[in-house]
């Protein structure tokens, strides 16, 4: 069965400071990825996502970047981290014979002071 | 650009009782609506999803209901137990267009009292 990792679990950043977060999935191969961010009581807002290797696209302008340099492995970067860059930030995967089902994983909460 | 609105923000049950989630999506293209559940510092949990050329969709005490006319669709949860409080989010997705980009609603945070 499929399993996606994320890490790390929480993190603390002074603002200015880079970013990067991994997310990797096991079980599967060529999956959809995604990354999302949940500001503190809100909802889920789109960030990145990507059908293969190298390829990434963005939903949101912001001083964020993603990665994937390889089939099961995403990357999400700052170079410069900003106060408003805290939230929980979730990776989610879809693959067939359902690629529209997309699965969380368990989250990196980022708090940047 | 594509929203989807979900409605109310906060409901409150007692147990026992059935709740309703609401959600209204504006594109046309959507045909694929999933409902996560997502307890307390964890991640969303899909529980139940409808495709458009269905009308309604059951799985134990949870249904969904779509109506493709008037954009909307609902999540239905009987006899309601404690456990069920979470915050419930909807989302829209155009699937045939490959990406499968879901467009969440801003959550519902359901509440039951026992």
């Known amino acids: 069965s499929q399993t996606i990792h994320q890490w790390p679990a929480t993190l603390v950043q002074p603002v200015g400071s880079p970013l990067s977060l991994e997310c990797t999935v096991e079980?599967?191969?060529?999956?959809?990825l995604y990354w999302y961010r949940q500001a503190a009581g809100r909802g889920l807002q789109l960030l990145f996502y990507?059908?293969?290797?190298?390829?990434i696209s963005s939903e949101v302008p912001q001083n964020l970047s993603a990665s994937r340099p390889q089939d099961r492995q995403f990357i999400l970067s700052s170079k410069k981290l900003l106060l408003s860059d805290s939230g929980f930030y979730l990776c989610?995967?879809?693959?067939?014979?359902?690629?529209?089902?997309?699965?969380f994983g368990p989250g990196t909460r980022l708090t940047v002071t | 650009g594509e929203n989807v609105e979900q409605h109310p923000s906060t409901l409150s049950v007692q147990e026992g009782d059935s709740a309703v989630i609401k959600c209204t999506y504006s594109?046309?293209?959507?045909?694929?609506f999933p409902w996560y559940k997502q307890e307390l510092g964890k991640r969303p949990q899909l529980i139940i999803d409808?495709?458009?050329?269905?009308g309604e969709k059951k799985d134990q005490r949870i249904a969904v209901t779509l109506n493709k006319t008037a954009k909307h669709f609902s999540l239905h949860i009987t006899e309601t137990q404690p456990e069920d409080s979470a915050v419930y989010f909807c989302?829209?997705?155009?699937?045939?267009?490959?990406?499968?980009?879901?467009?969440f609603g801003t959550g519902t945070r359901l509440k039951v009292l026992a």
């Open positions: 594109d046309s293209a959507s045909n694929y």
């Open positions: 409808i495709r458009s050329n269905v």
């Open positions: 989302a829209a997705s155009p699937i045939t267009s490959g990406t499968y980009k879901y467009i």
């Open positions: 079980g599967t191969s060529n999956p959809n």
């Open positions: 990507s059908v293969g290797i190298g390829q």
């Open positions: 989610a995967w879809s693959t067939g014979p359902r690629p529209y089902e997309q699965y």
